[in-house]
């Protein structure tokens, strides 16, 4: 079974600032890990996903997140933040079968100021 | 291409009615998952079906709750006899049918948010 860890309940940060989101999981099978996003009232959307070869993925409006399997970790970055950020972001995993259920983490809500 | 559909949006029911929450897939899409998300947690996996089959039930309650995905039609979650612990929004998502060992990408709907008063 997998597991999901995201520390941080709330983040807040000021516009144009770098920000990095932080997520472990623990797994005793090899995984595919994933970001989503969640605005208000609103279904999730994909921001990236790991699925194998570079440890280092770039996804859509500017985030990245580095694969790193010594520490089971995969933090979400980006080097210069928007008010139009403010959201929700889960961190997933599954194991690499072809048909996964996702498992998330509780969430951290960047909250973006200016 | 419509993505997933889900409908209604918002439900309200008293303790005790029957809530059924509709989840129609993208187009070509022979999988559905569903997901319930309660306040302030993360989002836990229910059920995962394929057209008429139930493939993984595991995080389904037990009781009072039930799903299927017919041949024609879209995909229902079913919950008898609603509580206010059933107060949640539910998410269903659905990917294309693939190979057992390829990815097979998950599309989120935009989630029902039923009300149990």
């Known amino acids: 079974a997998q597991s999901v860890t995201q520390l941080d309940s709330q983040v807040p940060v000021f516009e144009e600032a770098p920000v990095e989101l932080r997520c472990n999981y623990s797994s005793s099978v090899s995984v595919y890990l994933f970001w989503y996003v969640q605005y208000p009232n609103q279904g999730l959307q994909l921001l990236l996903k790991?699925?194998?070869?570079?440890?280092l993925v770039k996804g859509i409006n500017g985030f990245e997140a580095e694969f790193n399997k010594s520490q089971t970790s995969f933090h979400l970055r980006k080097p210069s933040v928007h008010i139009s950020d403010t959201a929700e972001y889960f961190c997933?995993?599954?194991?690499?079968?072809?048909?996964?259920?996702?498992?998330f983490g509780t969430g951290t809500r960047l909250l973006v100021s200016p | 291409n419509a993505g997933v559909m889900q409908n209604p949006r918002h439900l309200v029911r008293r303790r005790g009615q029957e809530a059924r929450l509709r989840c129609s897939p993208m187009k070509g899409h022979s999988h559905v998952y569903w997901y319930r998300q309660l306040p302030e947690e993360g989002l836990k996996f229910m059920v995962y079906?394929?057209?008429?089959?139930?493939?993984?039930e595991s995080g389904m309650p037990k009781e009072r709750f039930s799903a299927e995905f017919p041949k024609e039609g879209p995909s229902i979650l079913r919950i008898q006899q609603v509580v206010r612990g059933d107060s949640a929004a539910y998410f269903c998502a659905s990917s294309p049918f693939g190979q057992q060992s390829s990815y097979n990408e998950q599309f989120f709907g935009p989630g029902t948010r039923l009300t149990v008063l």
């Open positions: 079906l394929q057209k008429e089959n139930i493939i993984d």
């Open positions: 997933a995993v599954s194991d690499n079968t072809g048909f996964q259920k996702l498992v």
């Open positions: 790991y699925l194998s070869g570079s440890t």
